[in-house]
């Protein structure tokens, strides 16, 4: 069965810091990974998704299928980025697929 | 668009009543999804019909628990009878063809306490 770790509930950081939030996973097949991101009082989002390689508000993410990561990165964090992060993985296929969700990671940006 | 749209809010039960969950979908959206968010598991998958179908309900915790889709612009989670460890967020999403190609659209949430 496929499996999402995100190991620190809680990450504090100061604005204009790097910012990496972990992510683990484990799955035997060929993972489609992506992270959801939820602001204070809005609802939960797509943030950005491995296959399209793509950087979104500055977050960047790789997929290291040597070391079944797919940590999220942003080199200078801003107060705007406090959020709750979930980490998710897409096992099964496209259409029939299960998509199952880390625990989270609450980050918080300090000025 | 509105967005999903979930009732309610909030919902504050007793232990032992049915509680019923309400989602709509974005129009055109031919997936939909129940979640339950707690603090110490984070997102949890219950539940997700295609087409008004369900097609994977292993994440649903127990038999009191139930969901439905009886048409394409509605679906409801039951819990009967409720229990204090059910209390969390609720969350409905649907997409439109599946999950890798296109986003899930998440609704606010139905936040459930019960007493």
């Known amino acids: 069965a496929q499996r999402v770790t995100q190991p620190e509930k809680l990450l504090s950081v100061f604005k204009g810091a790097p910012v990496e939030l972990k992510c683990n996973y484990s799955?035997?097949?060929?993972?489609?990974l992506f992270w959801y991101v939820q602001y204070s009082r809005q609802r939960l989002q797509l943030l950005l998704r491995?296959?399209s390689r793509e950087s979104i508000k500055g977050f960047t993410a790789d997929l290291n299928k040597g070391e079944t990561s797919f940590h999220l990165k942003k080199p200078f964090a801003q107060e705007e980025d406090s959020a709750m992060y979930y980490c998710?993985?897409?096992?099964?296929?496209?259409?029939?697929?299960?998509?199952?969700f880390g625990q989270g990671t609450i980050l918080t940006v300090h000025p | 668009d509105a967005g999903v749209i979930q009732s309610p809010r909030h919902e504050v039960t007793e232990m032992g009543q049915e509680v019923t969950l309400r989602c709509k979908p974005i129009s055109g959206h031919d997936y939909l999804f129940w979640y339950r968010q707690t603090m110490m598991r984070g997102l949890e998958l219950l539940i997700y019909?295609?087409?008004?179908?369900?097609?994977?309900d292993s994440g649903m915790p127990e038999d009191r628990f139930s969901a439905k889709m009886p048409n394409a612009s509605f679906s409801t989670l039951k819990i009967q009878p409720s229990e204090p460890r059910d209390s969390a967020v609720y969350f409905c999403?649907?997409?439109?063809?599946?999950?890798?190609?296109?986003?899930?659209?998440f609704g606010p949430g139905t936040r459930l306490t019960v007493l």
């Open positions: 799955y035997s097949g060929s993972p489609e």
């Open positions: 998710a993985l897409l096992a099964g296929g496209t259409s029939y697929g299960k998509l199952t």
């Open positions: 019909f295609n087409n008004n179908v369900p097609i994977d």
């Open positions: 491995h296959i």
């Open positions: 999403a649907s997409s439109f063809r599946g999950l890798a190609s296109n986003e899930q659209f």
